[in-house]
């Protein structure tokens, strides 16, 4: 049978290689164990660019995979 993603007909094996890759690969890379690692030196990065009021709303546009807005929830 066929999938509809995204307006593209793709056939149901090309689906399956696609949960394959995101099981096996994407997960182990970018897993929520990495995140901890990887948005540690957010703070050096951007100190300058952050507001000093923690209370200040910061609009994310969703260009990244969640590792940017993780790190600032934990910094509050």
């Known amino acids: 049978g066929e999938m509809n993603l995204n307006d593209k007909k793709v056939d149901r094996k090309s689906n399956e290689k696609f949960e394959k890759y995101h099981e096996t690969f994407y997960e ?19 100190y300058d660019c952050l507001p000093a009021d923690k209370k200040a709303r910061i609009l994310d546009i969703g260009c990244g995979d969640g590792k940017f807005l993780f790190f600032l929830q934990q910094k509050g």
Do not use: F, K, M, V
């Not at 182990?28 to 951007?46: F, I, K, M, Q």
């Open 28 to 46: 182990d890379l970018h897993g929520w164990r990495d995140y901890n690692l990887t948005s540690a030196g957010y703070g050096e990065w951007y």
